[in-house]
T-cell receptor, first 115, second 114 residues
Framework: AQKITQTQPGMFVQEKEAVTLDCTYD???????LFWYKQPSSGEMIFLIY??????QNATEGRYSLNFQKARKSANLVISASQLGDSAMYFC????????????FGQGTRLTINP | EAGVTQSPTHLIKTRGQQATLRCSPI?????VYWYQQALGLGLQFLLW???????NRGNFPPRFSGRQFPNYSSELNVNALELEDSALYLC?????????????FGSGTRLTVV
């Protein structure tokens, strides 16, 4: 069974600082994908970044990077130079490449950027 | 390109009634997923439809049901509403071939049961 764990219910960061949001996962499959989504107060889920289980390099998308440590089963999101607009809920998710293919989400981390 | 659209945006129902939520996927996407997000909680998987068929179902009672139409739009029905069904219901679509793209979500339907 898949399971995603996000241990930080809330994070408070000063504007322009970097922030790391933690995510660990559990799966017995070898082929899977890891995702991070941002959910502003409006409710829509915004896709941020993807990491495949066979990707050797950490994924990057602009200010977002994913610190992927396969042996430790962790997929932390790093946001560099945080902005006030980064304040939102952040969800880590996993999807098996074969089989059910549903996205399984963690409980989320509420990030607040202070000016 | 239009995104995933959900209707209605808000829905208020009385306990025991039925609710119908609708979702139109991105053009070309054949898979539709439904998730429930209770207040302050993560997303719980409800249903997955692909090519008109139900492919997978989460741990929800049978009064949660749905269908996918030939144009790939989808409907979620919740019968015999209970107070704890109050939540944000999110629909997402994907092209099943692009497993690295994740899903594209709609803005959700906020269901309130009173």
């Amino acid at each position: 069974a898949q399971k995603i764990t996000q241990t930080q219910p809330g994070m408070f960061v000063q504007e322009k600082e970097a922030v790391t949001l933690d995510c660990t996962y559990d799966t017995s499959d070898q082929s899977y994908g890891l995702f991070w989504y941002k959910q502003p107060s409006s409710g829509e889920m915004i896709f941020l970044i993807y990491q495949g289980s066979y990707d050797e390099q950490n994924a990057t998308e602009g200010r977002y990077s994913l610190n992927f440590q396969k042996a430790r089963k962790s997929a932390n999101l790093v946001i560099s130079a945080s902005q006030l607009g980064d304040s939102a809920m952040y969800f880590c998710a996993m999807r098996h490449i074969q089989g059910a293919q549903k996205l399984v989400f963690g409980q989320g981390t509420r990030l607040t950027i202070n000016p | 390109e239009a995104g995933v659209t959900q209707s209605p945006t808000h829905l208020i129902k009385t306990r025991g009634q039925q609710a119908t939520l609708r979702c139109s996927p991105i053009s070309g996407h054949t898979s539709v997923y439904w998730y429930q997000q209770a207040l302050g909680l993560g997303l719980q998987f409800l249903l997955w439809y692909d090519e008109g068929e139900e492919r997978n179902r989460g741990n929800f009672p049978p009064r949660f049901s749905g269908r996918q139409f030939p144009n790939y739009s989808s409907e979620l029905n919740v019968n015999a509403l209970e107070l704890e069904d109050s939540a944000l219901y999110l629909c997402a679509s994907s092209n099943g071939q692009r497993t690295n793209y994740g899903y594209t979500f709609g803005s959700g339907t906020r269901l309130t049961v009173v």
